[in-house]
């Protein structure tokens, strides 16, 4: 491979912890870190910390009304930052973690995971609205498209609830065995979790057909959707692994899309351009490239760091962010010129 593009058209910053999340409002990053802090990266260069939780942030999503991020930490927070820093806590639970979040522009909601808890906030709700109460703790959530059905990962299986009815019924989704992320397709028809004895498990909504998905040398972290909905990559392999889902069945009887393969490495995080079929891929050795589904020839983006823990496009596709477990953060910038 060539240069890394970084290096023409990017930049990186040592920023000293963990990042656990970028989030983008517009073309400035929001990071989230194992320290407790977030750091506000403006597209001009300048990098502002800002102290939040007590320990680390363990899960952030970005708030609903886009001017903001939302962020849990081991403190038992639940917060509301602004890129000044602007501050506001919208939940503590005393003596638990915050592992889980998601949030919908689209119905307003925010969701947290919290031990064995989905708890939810309605839109422009600054305490919580109501909560859902599982078996076992909780291993991933997820929203439809719409942001009104929520899956919520545990142990032997998944439920969907209707997230914005405290008074919700419950559909269970049954699979022997620990289930630790998950995702649902935007049109709400397919929810795929990850297993504890790595692979994937899968249903189809409507009749609730289940649907296995196994071969990964590693545990699945991190899912990503292509903008149509066709493929669903994954990490957990020494190759992003993509499963169709553009009929009905999903990916059953169907091979898998093996892209971006770097053998003695495993693939830690995936991201799907927003507004094209470029893949970004980031490995364990600090590796990340980008590749597409029609033509799987890598171009290097960076190789320089360790495993990479987070990795996220900007709503524009303009801008691609990864950080590292060392706190060694990047940016590339699809629009600039060596």
């Known amino acids: 491979m060539n240069a ?7 930049r990186r910053v040592a920023v000293g912890a963990e990042a656990t999340a970028i989030l983008w409002l517009g073309d400035d990053a929001l990071l989230t870190l194992g320290d407790g802090s977030v750091r506000h990266m403006a597209d001009a260069g300048e990098v502002a910390a800002h102290p939040v939780h007590g320990g680390a942030i363990l899960a952030a999503c970005r708030h609903p009304d886009g001017r903001g991020i939302v962020t849990g930490g081991d403190d038992g927070r639940v917060c509301r930052v602004t890129k000044d820093g602007d501050t506001l806590e919208l939940g503590r639970f005393e003596r638990r973690w915050v592992e889980h979040l998601v949030a919908s522009p689209a119905s307003g909601l ?6 064995r808890e989905a708890v939810v906030w309605k839109r422009g709700a600054t305490a919580p609205s109501h909560r859902y109460a599982t078996g076992s ?3 991933g959530l997820a929203l439809d498209g719409k942001g009104k059905r929520l899956a919520v990962a545990h142990y032997n299986g998944a439920t969907l609830f ?12 049954d699979w022997a065995g620990a289930h630790l992320a998950c995702t ?3 049109d709400g028809r397919h929810v795929v979790t990850a297993l504890q004895e790595t692979g994937l498990h899968g249903w189809r909504l409507p009749d609730l057909r289940d649907m296995r998905m196994s071969g990964y040398a590693a545990k699945t972290r991190s899912f990503s959707w292509d903008r149509r909905g066709a493929w669903l990559a994954t990490s957990g392999d020494a190759c992003a692994i993509l499963w169709p889902f553009d009929g009905e069945d999903g990916p059953m009887d169907k091979p898998a899309l093996l892209l971006a393969e770097r053998r003695g490495t495993i693939v830690t995080r995936v991201a799907f351009h927003p507004r094209g079929d470029l893949l970004a891929v980031g490995y ?8 597409q589904t029609g033509d799987d020839r890598p171009l290097l983006v960076d190789d320089d760091g360790a495993a990479i823990t987070t990795l996220c496009w900007n ?3 303009t801008r ?3 950080g590292d477990r060392d706190g060694r953060i990047g940016i590339l910038d699809m629009a600039a010129r060596a």
């Not at 890394?4 to 990017?10: A, E, F, I, N």
């Not at 925010?110 to 031990?115: E, M, S």
């Open 4 to 10: 890394p593009l970084v290096r023409s058209h990017g």
């Open 320 to 322: 691609l962010g990864w």
């Open 137 to 139: 703790t909780i291993g």
């Open 315 to 317: 709503d524009a596709g």
């Open 184 to 186: 649902m397709s935007a």
């Open 110 to 115: 925010i969701v947290a995971g919290v031990g």
């Open 162 to 173: 209707h997230a914005s009815t405290a008074g919700s019924g419950r559909v269970a989704l």
């Open 284 to 291: 364990d050795d600090g590796v990340v490239v980008l590749t």
